[in-house]
């Protein structure tokens, strides 16, 4: 598959790199530092760290791509490799592009066998130079770090500026380390311009196309979004990759709901001892009349699964953050894929439904996290938002967010006291409005409300029961209730093209890839429609648009086309228009892919996919 | 015995409460289990101690497990919310209800199976948490709802109904109570409500997890020779500790006990636990002391009742978490949302 982007002559602003280190010897604030100045150039990016389960030792990777079109999609296509891992100098070498460079330490020769004519080796004697001018193991080990952003910086024409800034903020604190990293990044800096015709073809220009945005990972903003939807309690175990989730909504609610003067804290975190009592506690807290939630990842689910049924019989709201890792069983957690889908939809033994929100950024992570505590207490259900470890982790460039003040949560049909007192006799279950939704009553505030929640088979009135009419009556409902959130949940993100007889549909964080892709084949004479799901159950838009087009093609990262089954299962859409494009490596999606595949599917020879020039380039996404 | 209604009369010459309130209304529906249980017993001391505390009906919650011993909450205290949930995890439950909910009034009841297999590891964290929760577990030894098979705790050489004996090693909730730091620990024997009504009393009056373990024979499956948890053998084996009586707050303190002979402690709220003939080498306050003392008499086979250990500190887990006043749930969104000028500022941290 050959990435069109390089066919390209001018890559200012317009080329990927990654850098290769060793886990655990702090090389993650050097590819922060890096990431963060070129956002502050203007210039849009997206980084993905490529990281393995383990602390300290293993081969870790950060990709960096650089799009002045704002494309932030992975590309696996890499126009220079920083190589600071001699345990990955082979596979390094080997997957930097022909015509692109290999930066590395020379402080040691080269294995001969690696080396590579149609690439351009650009030693720095890094270690050399540390050990010369730092002191202590550790300090050296840092500051060679700092010293290949240095090397960066003039090689790409980055503005030292902006780095010295950074610097200086980010050590406000411990003003002495300033000085020190200045030193490293002058290291790498001043040598690399004295050796090399810096800046390189693949280069940084300033631009203004990123004082709108911020840069953050989904489940920090999923985690603010539980904190402005007003959620009180969270429980978890710790699972990669949701454990930042919890940790961010315990710094924001440490910040915003802890009173300055009594440090009394307006939130209760719950470390749980298992995924199960997790689940447990977020559905006590929703039944006592909390907005309650937990994050967890795909083994946590299936521990979960049990209570959700509870959940869902009992009429309970609890919102499920899932971040999706590669699945099944342990899988490889720290790997992104979309291998839970099936799994949320009908989670829990017995007939069961869930709500299910699929953020495909940041962005929509904290719009959608918002939603779902909403959905969760108008439906008296679990909810699920479900992400993936490419939006949890990984820091994207997204607008910056914004919140109204005149939202008002919908806390759903809760009688209060006042109601209470004023009916004759409440039924927990009675279908009342004839919308599938009972009233809910909360402990404590009526003898009125007072009911038995359980989850063997009940009656309308909230009574045990095991007889057939009653234990249907209250199922059916059930069905009717989940269906017609079907409406409420986010509706599907479609983009039309003129001239279009086929689409890709995807969904999460497949969004990126394959909105690129489809500009892609509109540059090779092949305009595409473009429908990305957003929740489920699904709208009746996602049954409409299928119908509307002959052929479908399924985007998503699993094996087994979780979400092609789920259309064909939930719309009776004829199979037949939907084809499959999966990607479950473990990697985030790239476009080059996405449209490599769609062109194979149609047996396009490669003489009809060159680029048209008079395509004109569509606007942005309609989200 | 389902198939009796049952009546809406109650005796002209019962009385009330504090709240006006009659025994009749802390009943809940009629049992559905069979005659002569245990659990029943220990239900029937529950609706006479929520009554005697006067804690009115609406404010208490009532958390269950699954089992017989988790029906029970639908037999007392009908105008309280009550949540049958799942097998082993009403700890979890009751943690997550109590987290949004402070301010109520929380009993759980739990059996053997329910506590000491499927949910051992809740009941062993919800312990650690200190949730504030009175967790009652009607101990018969068996599974009931699946005819008969030994639970966690059956002792070893206890016989089946169909005469096979137990051979694994019993988990002792008791001593396991104590060893994990509950801050309230008492064993009681449903045939015995004159103990066990201020055991009840005093465990729903304490601030923090209190532990209450109930020998309550099963008549179906675990009531005949050879059971160590059948009526006949707690009655046989059952030794008393230390007698205890709960004073509630209001009440005027009685000068009938004779001086050195009892020890009081004040509980969190003022209410009074009196421990009388307390053995000389014996501090019902001290951890170490009460497993000791427990494991002795244990050791010469007897069934130890009573209010074994109590730490008065009147802590729990919200005051660990430094929680606000106003229970979690009834905060309003204005209290919770950080705003939209607090979202600005907070963006230009993420440049």
Redesign the interface.
């Known amino acids: 598959m050959s990435d069109p982007r390089l066919e390209k002559t001018d890559r200012t602003n317009d080329f990927a790199f990654k850098i290769g280190t060793v886990n655990g010897t702090g090389s993650a604030s050097a590819n922060g530092l890096i990431m963060q100045a070129i956002f502050r150039m203007g210039i849009p990016c997206t980084g993905k760290n490529v990281f393995p389960s383990n602390f300290q030792g293993l081969p870790t990777w950060y990709e960096i791509r650089v799009s002045h079109e704002g494309y932030s999609a992975r590309t696996p296509e890499f126009d220079l490799i920083v190589a600071m891992n001699p345990a990955t100098y082979e596979r390094d070498i080997a997957e930097v592009r022909p015509g692109g460079y290999l930066l590395h330490d020379s402080s040691w020769p080269m294995a001969k066998e690696f080396l590579r004519d149609d690439i351009t080796f650009l030693g720095v004697p890094l270690g050399e130079m540390c050990v010369r001018e730092f002191k202590g193991a550790r300090v050296r080990i840092l500051m060679k770090n700092i010293a290949y952003a240095g090397a960066l910086a003039a090689l790409l024409s980055m503005d030292l500026d902006v780095i010295r800034g950074m610097i200086q903020e980010k050590f406000a604190a411990k003003p002495k380390l300033i000085g020190s990293n200045y030193k490293a990044i002058e290291l790498g800096y001043d040598y690399a311009m004295e050796h090399f015709d810096c800046p390189l073809p693949i280069r940084l220009q300033t631009m203004d196309a990123t004082s709108d945005h911020v840069l953050m990972d989904g489940n920090t903003s999923a985690a603010l979004g539980c904190v402005f939807a007003g959620a009180t309690v969270g429980a978890w175990y710790p699972i990669t990759p949701s454990t930042s989730l919890m940790d961010a909504f315990k710094r924001f609610c440490e910040r915003f709901r802890k009173d300055p003067e009594t440090g009394e804290r307006s939130f209760f975190i719950a470390q749980a001892e298992d995924e199960l009592a997790a689940a447990g506690v977020v559905i006590g807290a929703g039944w006592a009349g909390a907005r309650a939630f937990t994050p967890t990842s795909g083994p946590g689910v299936s521990l979960m699964s049990e209570f959700i049924g509870l959940a869902y019989y009992a009429e309970i709201p609890a919102v499920f953050v899932d971040v999706q890792r590669v699945g099944p069983s342990t899988g490889m957690p720290t790997r992104t894929q979309q291998g839970d889908i099936a799994a949320v939809a009908y989670a829990s033994h017995g007939d069961t439904k869930h709500i299910a929100l699929f953020p495909a950024n940041p962005e929509e992570s904290f719009q959608m996290a918002v939603e779902a505590f909403d959905l969760a207490e108008r439906f008296q259900s679990p909810v699920f938002l479900v992400q993936d470890l490419d939006i949890g982790m990984n820091d994207w460039m997204i607008p910056k967010l914004r919140w109204d003040d005149s939202f008002v949560p919908d806390r759903g049909k809760v009688l209060g006291a006042a109601e209470l007192e004023k009916i004759q006799k409440f039924y927990r279950y009675m279908d009342v409005d004839g919308d599938g939704i009972p009233y809910r009553s909360l402990p404590g505030v009526h003898p009125k409300g007072a009911y038995f929640t359980r989850g063997s088979g009940h009656t309308s009135r909230g009574t045990y029961t095991e007889d057939a009419d009653e234990y249907t009556e209250v199922m059916d409902r059930l069905s009717r209730k989940i269906d017609s959130a079907a409406s409420e949940v986010p509706a599907p993100a479609v983009r039309m093209r003129e001239g279009a007889t086929m689409s890709l549909v995807t969904i999460g964080s497949c969004d990126e890839a394959v909105r690129e892709a489809t500009d892609i084949l509109e540059r090779q004479g092949l305009p595409v429609n473009y429908m990305r799901v957003r929740g489920f159950p699904f709208d009746t838009l996602v049954r409409e648009f299928l119908d509307a087009h002959e052929l479908n093609i399924v985007v998503e990262q699993n094996r087994d086309a979780q979400l092609r089954r789920l259309l064909v299962n939930e719309t009776e859409v004829d199979p037949a228009r939907l084809h499959s494009v999966l990607d479950y490596g473990g990697f985030p999606m790239s476009a080059a892919f996405v449209a490599g595949e769609v062109n194979e599917h149609l047996g396009r020879a490669p003489e009809e996919t060159k680029v048209r020039p008079a395509a004109e380039r569509p606007e942005g996404a309609v989200a | 015995m389902t198939y009796i209604a049952k009546p809406a009369v109650r005796h002209p010459g019962l009385g009330a409460n504090d709240l006006g309130l009659h025994m009749r209304d802390y009943e809940g529906t009629i049992s559905t289990l069979c005659a002569g249980c245990g659990h029943d017993s220990v239900t029937a001391a529950v609706i006479q101690a929520f009554y005697e505390l006067s804690i009115?009906?609406?404010?208490i919650?009532k958390m269950s497990g699954i089992g017989c011993s988790a029906k029970t909450?639908?037999y007392f205290v009908?105008?309280?919310?009550?949540?049958?949930?799942?097998h082993g995890?009403m700890?979890?439950?009751?943690?997550?209800?109590?987290?949004?909910?402070k301010?109520?009034h929380y009993i759980g009841i739990s059996g053997d199976g329910d506590s000491l297999s499927i949910g051992l590891?809740?009941f062993?964290?919800a312990i650690r948490?200190n949730v504030n929760i009175l967790y009652v577990l009607e101990n018969n030894g068996v599974y009931g709802l699946t005819k008969g098979q030994f639970s966690a705790c059956a002792d070893v050489g206890s016989r089946s109904k169909r005469g096979v004996p137990n051979k694994s090693e019993p988990i002792d909730p008791v001593a396991l109570a104590l060893t994990l730091g509950a801050t309230f620990v008492a064993r009681g024997f449903s045939g015995d409500k004159q103990q066990l009504l201020p055991l009840l009393k005093a465990g729903l009056m304490h601030k923090g997890f209190a532990f209450l373990d109930v020998i309550s024979p099963c008549v179906t499956f675990n009531d005949h020779v050879g059971s160590t948890k059948s009526y006949l053998y707690t009655r046989h084996h059952g030794h008393e500790l230390v007698p205890v009586d709960f004073v509630p707050i209001r009440s005027e303190i009685s000068a009938s006990y004779e001086k050195g002979s009892r020890t009081s402690i004040t509980m969190h709220d003022g209410s009074m636990v009196r421990f009388r003939k307390v053995p000389e080498d014996y501090d019902p306050t001290d951890r170490l002391s009460a497993y000791e003392h427990y494991r002795s008499l244990q050791n010469r086979g007897e069934v130890v009742t009573g209010l074994l250990y109590l730490d008065p500190g009147g802590e729990d887990m919200?005051d660990d978490?430094?929680?606000?006043?106003t229970p979690?749930?009834?905060?309003s969104?204005e209290?919770?949302?950080?705003?939209?000028e607090?979202?600005?500022a907070?963006?230009e941290e993420?440049?």
């Open positions: 009115p009906p609406h404010r919650a909450p639908a009908n105008e309280a919310h009550g949540f049958n949930g799942v995890r700890p979890a439950l009751a943690t997550g209800a109590n987290a949004a909910n301010d109520l590891g809740q062993c964290h948490r919200h978490n430094a929680t606000t006043p979690l749930a009834e905060l969104h209290d919770l949302c950080p705003g939209s607090q979202m600005d907070l963006m993420f440049r």
